[in-house]
């Protein structure tokens, strides 16, 4: 499987991808917002784009797939939920669905509702796993819940699924926010060794050379996923948010997520 992050150097810092078949050189495409630039990397690797996938229905994720289409002829994939609001959408998606791309790659469809009700990630069936996420889990952090989403539903996402996703998973999400998610971290969880490491690592980093986290890492550095880390818990209380004496996840989750609306 060939996997392409292109950086779409606007102000939303939007992440798009080519996967592609390494055999027939047949391509995928997540969130082209960007038609310009995506179309302009499969030249130049000599790939062939003949699917778009949208995570969700959000405008950054969505605008590119009319001039995608038409340049390319591909046909548009989403979530069952959100195709009316999307339109033109070729596959409506459910949980478990497989999306093949040539003769190689196949993509498992997760249900993954939080940021938005209809929101989906894909899973690559490979040695070393890889998930292309949208905005239900960044690197270091989570997707918000404005437009449309629910926290609890959020919370679900993380806890039921992607929480269950092996270490040695690779994570592609659709915007570069690592820094201010490790700072996030840090302000939350200041004895985190390991977060301040590759903050520092980080710092100004090229994000046409962003860092891809694993799952496991971001076990140890994204406090959407360290819910039973005493630090979290005492800030939290320090920071006078209401808590029972033994917080369950989703009350701990729910809380770093409204913090995390306004820092």
Known sequence: MIVIQIYADNPLRNFHYLIACPKTRETLVIDPLDVARCLDTARRHDLNITKILNTHEHWDHIDGNGEMQARTGAAIYAHHGAVATIGNVDVGLHAGDEIKV??????????????????????SDTDQPALFCGD????????????????DLLYDSFSGQLDKLP????????HDYIVNNLEFTLDREPDN???????????????????????GEERRINSFFRLDSPTIIDKLRQDNIALPNN????????ALRQLRNSW
């Open 193 to 215: 060794e390991q977060a301040a490491r590759m903050l520092d690592k980080l710092q100004g980093q090229d994000p046409h050379q962003a860092h891809i986290t694993t799952m």
């Open 102 to 123: 040539g003769e190689t790659v196949t993509l498992k469809v997760l249900d993954t509702p939080g940021h938005t009700m209809s929101h989906l990630c894909l899973l």
């Open 247 to 254: 917080p369950e996840g989703r009350e701990i989750f729910k």
């Open 167 to 174: 270490d040695h998973c690779l994570i592609y999400p659709g």
């Open 136 to 151: 239900t889990l960044f690197n270091a952090g989570a997707g918000n819940c404005h437009n449309g989403g629910d926290m």
